[in-house]
């Protein structure tokens, strides 16, 4: 039977990946990402022919910067907001590993959802949609932790919606460009309400970490 001592440092040790989305940063940033993407692929579409907004080297520098503005944005987040609340949980930088047998199971994964995409997309009425959609359904659950009642909600309309958008009528390119905007709304919703309840139920101890 564990000491109590034990029972502490396990907590403290487990705090990291519990308190990685307390504050719903995580889904925000989800959200603004797959905007800004569909934004990237959205811009080209509409300007003139032989724009400069049609090339690479305009564009790629943008999202790239886009990206970049919402990793250090967050993380300015977490240092004045969050860890002040909850105090210092973050992972420490360079040092994620990834286990022998954790390795071996992804491996094993991929290896074995590969033939059977491959499979299904060889078959007559596959709707390639799925393909995309049911990565990001399944991305949200398990960013978007804990699941609580209304995290619940969120994922079952965004299932729904994977589903209804894979049969929407006017091509592969149309489902894509509402998916995109479906799942960057569902997540940033779902991050702000996390973000508001958070607020609510914390409070700042006028100590900002370093």
Not at 33 to 42: A, N
Not at 85 to 100: E, I
Not at 107 to 116: F, G, I, K, L, N
Not at 175 to 202: D, E, K, N, P, T
Request: positive net charge; hydrophobic residues 50%; proline residues 6%.
């Amino acid at each position: 039977m564990k000491s109590e001592e034990e029972k502490q440092i396990q907590d403290y040790l487990g705090r990291p990946a519990r308190y990685a989305n307390i504050d719903g940063v995580v889904e925000i940033v989800a959200g603004l990402s797959w905007f800004g993407l569909g934004t990237w692929v959205w811009i080209p579409s509409i300007a003139p022919k032989g724009s400069i907004w049609q090339t690479l080297w305009v564009l790629l520098p943008l999202f790239l910067a886009w990206q970049t503005l919402l990793h250090f944005g967050s993380q300015a987040f977490k240092r004045r907001v969050t860890y002040p609340r909850t105090g210092f949980v973050a992972c420490p930088s360079g040092k994620h590993k990834v286990s022998a047998v954790g390795l071996i199971a992804i491996t094993a994964a991929v290896s074995a959802a590969v033939p059977v995409l491959v499979y299904l997309m060889m078959r007559k009425g596959f709707q390639p949609f799925l393909v995309v959609g049911g990565p990001m359904t399944v991305g949200y659950g398990l960013v978007a932790r804990p699941l609580t009642a209304w995290r619940w909600a969120i994922l079952a309309l965004m299932a729904a919606g994977t589903v209804g958008l894979a049969f929407m009528p006017g091509g592969f390119h149309r489902q894509v460009a509402v998916g995109m905007a479906l799942y960057s709304g569902l997540f940033l919703v779902s991050g702000l309400i996390a973000l508001v309840l958070y607020l609510r139920h914390s409070q700042p101890s006028g100590q900002v970490a370093e």
